[in-house]
């Protein structure tokens, strides 16, 4: 049995696990729940925060989880779809960082757009009145098409997943768990740095989001349509 080592630390397993459940609850609150517009919105100001922090803890976090350990090129792409057996990477392969990309740009349209949405009847998004009607339209069209491509790409994540515990990695699905592997991957730096660089950088994304709903609106000038404060 090979030694495991740490490849996904403890913020980023809680941030994917979060992404699930804030997600299916997103889908919940719309189609099966009446009357859960501002939970919804709440959530969305989670998730959000969530995804900020993690663009944030792509420059700042252990080696393994920045994004410069894991920026696809066409080289890199090719080389890993024609070989055989796949290589095992310590976080994402080639293909694994697109996939893990595009989620990380559909949510940031997801959650910045529903500060543009409205339900016609409660509830207006902190910054709705602040662009003109037409580009508006266009957001609030973003917050359900965008929606449907994230729903396409879960499955297919869902799909590369188990053919990757099927084929190459069966430990794949409790590595983001336990967050270990049986590869060689030095730690990039100690808990304490791990610990206090995540709580900084969550403390900025909070109050990021925090500012945009609660200050932002004022500051161009918007009317608030309802009172709404979070
Ligand atoms: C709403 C559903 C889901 C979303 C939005 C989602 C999103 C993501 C994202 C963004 C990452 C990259 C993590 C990072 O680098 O920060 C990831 C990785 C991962 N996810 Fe999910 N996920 C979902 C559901 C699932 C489910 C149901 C499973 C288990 C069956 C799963 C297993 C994994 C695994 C094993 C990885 C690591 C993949 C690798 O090593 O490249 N995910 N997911
Ligand atoms: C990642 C975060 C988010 C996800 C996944 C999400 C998901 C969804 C979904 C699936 C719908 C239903 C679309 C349809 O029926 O076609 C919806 C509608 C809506 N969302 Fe979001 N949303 C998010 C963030 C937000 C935020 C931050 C706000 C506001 C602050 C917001 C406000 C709304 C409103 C007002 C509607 C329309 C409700 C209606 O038509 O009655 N969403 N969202």
């Not at 189609?31 to 993690?54: F, K």
């Not at 336990?178 to 909070?206: C, D, E, F, W």
Request: net charge neutral.
């Amino acid at each position: 049995m090979k030694t495991q080592n740490q490849v996904w630390d403890i913020y980023t397993r809680l941030f994917h696990w979060l992404l699930v459940l804030g997600i299916a609850y997103q889908w919940v609150s719309m189609e099966l729940l009446d009357d859960a517009m501002e939970q919804h919105a709440l959530v969305g100001y989670g998730l959000l925060s969530l995804i900020l922090w993690r663009i944030i803890w792509g420059f700042i976090g252990p080696h393994t989880v920045r994004f410069r350990h894991f920026s696809p090129n066409l080289k890199t792409l090719f080389t890993y779809l024609r070989a055989k057996p796949k290589p095992v990477y310590a976080t994402h392969n080639p293909l694994g960082s697109i996939a893990v990309l595009t989620f990380f740009g559909l949510i940031l349209v997801q959650s910045i757009s529903g500060l543009f949405m409205t339900d016609d009847i409660f509830f207006s998004g902190p910054l709705l009145g602040w662009l003109d009607t037409t580009i508006e339209n266009v957001i609030q069209s973003l917050h359900d098409t965008s929606f449907d491509l994230l729903v396409l790409l879960i499955l297919v994540h869902i799909l590369a997943v188990v053919w990757h515990v099927l084929h190459a990695e069966p430990y794949l699905i409790k590595a983001m768990f336990h967050g270990k592997k049986p590869l060689i991957t030095p730690p990039s730096m100690s808990n304490l740095q791990v610990h206090s660089r995540a709580l900084v950088s969550l403390g900025i994304a909070i109050t990021l989001v925090y500012c945009s709903v609660n200050y932002l609106p004022q500051w161009l000038g918007i009317n608030p349509a309802d009172d709404w404060d979070f």
